[in-house]
């Protein structure tokens, strides 16, 4: 029996508001502070600029269209193993929730974490190691939120989230009513713009718009998913993307396109011109609020591939067992907390915590995100029958695009990130043996 058909009691909390929040918890995060200078060392005028920042907003609503018609067609707790497992058989899809459980979501959960560790060091110090004992408490109290249930963790998610629009907002447009720097051009090192350094602006792009995608395995919980999955990833992509532009303005108001290339610390200068002596203070406030609501929101999202699994996998059972009292699957959340916490002990143990998370997760990431996108295009060929109740417009350019697009980043990810890819490749090649633990399962047949 899938998950799906097994769900009906699972889908009665989650609203169209709870699904935004989400996804704005996940993606608006402290990115946004960190990359727009790398970004602005890749472009020569603030209009080019922008236009990064848009087509990072563009992309994501066509990855947000793609899963919108897997979400809606194929809904399940499971997300993005769902849809691997009907496209290509159950080996595939059982490579991906390993991947997902050792790499992508506990990796994702241990770099926001370090995150926001090192910003509540801050604000409240826990003596030498602080950093990494505000990381554990994190993990450890958000993941107990999440056992008491759903409820209890969407509202908080919403709280976060609505709180992280209007501070980022807030400061943005503070700073546009400030700043009065000319939207003057600037000279790249290189003395002009090439295809590849554009390329490289986009990467920063994308990290910064990353985790929309978590919307995939709240397809099972939402109410009247068919319809409600588009709302979601549309309203969700709109509202981040607004976000980001106004942010993007604002930096350019406040530090010009060359100010902006040699500003080291953009969120740390931000908030020094808009809120004087208390600069170091409110952004770590701002900071540790934007962290919490993408790790609650990707505690949340997470452990659900596990319960997908223990439904599919008979030597994982346990982990398929719902709590019905929290709405929540509560084996699955714990098992999900004993590998973040063993990467966390890496992540200590190394010299960059936070960029060892991010080289670990990115390439595994970026190839799987791009085998989901096959998947849309496979099933429309095996399951032609199949009702859809939102369709990918422009079918099947828009997809191919945005397969292409996630196979290019993979191979840069790869590239770029060095040993720390290559230590999660061969955890995701460790996993291999564990696809002889079950026979595939029949293409298309669930």
């Given at each position: 029996?899938?998950?799906?058909?097994?769900?009906?009691?699972?889908?009665?909390?989650l609203s169209v508001?709870?699904?935004?929040?989400?996804?704005?918890?996940?993606?608006?995060?402290?990115?946004?502070?960190?990359?727009?200078?790398?970004?602005?060392?890749?472009?020569?005028?603030?209009?080019?600029?922008?236009?990064?920042?848009?087509?990072?907003?563009?992309?994501?609503?066509?990855?947000?269209?793609?899963?919108?018609?897997?979400?809606?067609?194929?809904?399940?707790?499971?997300?993005?193993?769902?849809?691997?497992?009907?496209?290509?058989?159950?080996?595939?899809?059982?490579?991906?929730?390993?991947?997902?459980?050792?790499?992508?979501?506990?990796?994702?959960?241990?770099?926001?974490?370090?995150?926001?560790?090192?910003?509540?060091?801050?604000?409240?110090?826990?003596?030498?190691?602080?950093?990494?004992?505000?990381?554990?408490?994190?993990?450890?109290?958000?993941?107990?939120?999440?056992?008491?249930?759903?409820?209890?963790?969407?509202?908080?998610?919403?709280?976060?989230?609505?709180?992280?629009?209007?501070?980022?907002?807030?400061?943005?447009?503070?700073?546009?009513?400030?700043?009065?720097?000319?939207?003057?051009?600037?000279?790249?090192?290189?003395?002009?713009?090439?295809?590849?350094?554009?390329?490289?602006?986009?990467?920063?792009?994308?990290?910064?718009?990353?985790?929309?995608?978590?919307?995939?395995?709240?397809?099972?919980?939402?109410?009247?998913?068919?319809?409600?999955?588009?709302?979601?990833?549309?309203?969700?992509?709109?509202?981040?993307?607004?976000?980001?532009?106004?942010?993007?303005?604002?930096?350019?108001?406040?530090?010009?396109?060359?100010?902006?290339?040699?500003?080291?610390?953009?969120?740390?200068?931000?908030?020094?011109?808009?809120?004087?002596?208390?600069?170091?203070?409110?952004?770590?406030?701002?900071?540790?609020?934007?962290?919490?609501?993408?790790?609650?929101?990707?505690?949340?999202?997470?452990?659900?591939v596990y319960y997908?699994?223990?439904?599919?996998?008979?030597?994982?059972?346990?982990?398929?067992?719902?709590?019905?009292?929290?709405?929540?699957?509560?084996?699955?959340?714990?098992?999900?907390?004993?590998?973040?916490?063993?990467?966390?002990?890496?992540?200590?143990?190394?010299?960059?915590?936070?960029?060892?998370?991010?080289?670990?997760?990115?390439?595994?990431?970026?190839?799987?995100?791009?085998?989901?996108?096959?998947?849309?295009?496979?099933?429309?060929?095996?399951?032609?029958?199949?009702?859809?109740?939102?369709?990918?417009?422009?079918?099947?350019?828009l997809p191919l695009?945005?397969?292409?697009?996630?196979?290019?980043?993979?191979?840069?990810?790869?590239?770029?990130?060095?040993?720390?890819?290559?230590?999660?490749?061969?955890?995701?090649?460790?996993?291999?043996?564990?696809?002889?633990?079950?026979?595939?399962?029949?293409?298309?047949?669930?």
């Amino acid at each position: 029996m899938s998950a799906l058909t097994d769900s009906k009691h699972a889908r009665e909390g989650l609203s169209v508001t709870d699904g935004v929040a989400v996804v704005v918890g996940v993606v608006v995060g402290i990115g946004i502070f960190g990359f727009p200078p790398m970004v602005a060392q890749h472009v020569e005028t603030p209009l080019a600029y922008l236009g990064l920042w848009l087509a990072g907003g563009l992309f994501m609503l066509v990855g947000a269209l793609c899963y919108a018609e897997l979400g809606s067609s194929y809904p399940s707790e499971g997300g993005e193993y769902h849809y691997l497992r009907k496209a290509f058989g159950g080996q595939l899809a059982l490579l991906f929730a390993w991947a997902r459980g050792t790499v992508i979501q506990t990796g994702a959960i241990a770099v926001v974490a370090f995150i926001y560790g090192e910003y509540a060091q801050g604000l409240l110090p826990l003596g030498p190691n602080g950093a990494n004992w505000h990381a554990l408490f994190s993990v450890l109290a958000l993941t107990a939120l999440n056992v008491l249930g759903t409820r209890e963790s969407k509202r908080l998610q919403v709280t976060l989230s609505l709180l992280t629009v209007f501070a980022v907002s807030g400061v943005a447009i503070a700073g546009i009513l400030i700043g009065n720097e000319p939207l003057a051009p600037a000279q790249l090192p290189s003395g002009g713009p090439s295809l590849g350094v554009l390329g490289m602006g986009m990467v920063f792009v994308l990290l910064t718009y990353g985790g929309w995608n978590e919307a995939a395995y709240l397809t099972g919980e939402l109410k009247n998913p068919e319809r409600n999955v588009a709302r979601v990833l549309v309203i969700g992509t709109l509202i981040v993307t607004g976000l980001y532009l106004l942010s993007n303005f604002a930096f350019l108001q406040i530090f010009g396109l060359e100010g902006l290339r040699q500003t080291s610390a953009v969120g740390a200068d931000l908030m020094s011109t808009v809120a004087g002596p208390w600069a170091s203070v409110a952004l770590s406030l701002i900071i540790c609020i934007a962290a919490l609501s993408t790790l609650n929101a990707t505690i949340l999202t997470g452990a659900r591939v596990y319960y997908a699994i223990g439904r599919d996998v008979p030597r994982f059972a346990m982990l398929g067992e719902w709590n019905d009292r929290g709405s929540t699957p509560v084996r699955a959340l714990l098992v999900q907390a004993g590998i973040t916490l063993i990467l966390l002990l890496f992540g200590a143990l190394s010299e960059d915590s936070v960029n060892s998370m991010v080289a670990y997760t990115a390439p595994v990431f970026w190839f799987f995100m791009f085998m989901v996108t096959l998947s849309l295009l496979r099933l429309r060929q095996l399951d032609k029958r199949r009702e859809r109740p939102f369709s990918v417009p422009l079918f099947p350019w828009l997809p191919l695009l945005f397969a292409a697009v996630c196979l290019g980043l993979f191979w840069s990810s790869t590239l770029y990130a060095g040993t720390g890819a290559l230590l999660g490749l061969v955890v995701l090649a460790a996993g291999l043996p564990l696809l002889a633990m079950r026979n595939p399962v029949p293409i298309g047949t669930r």
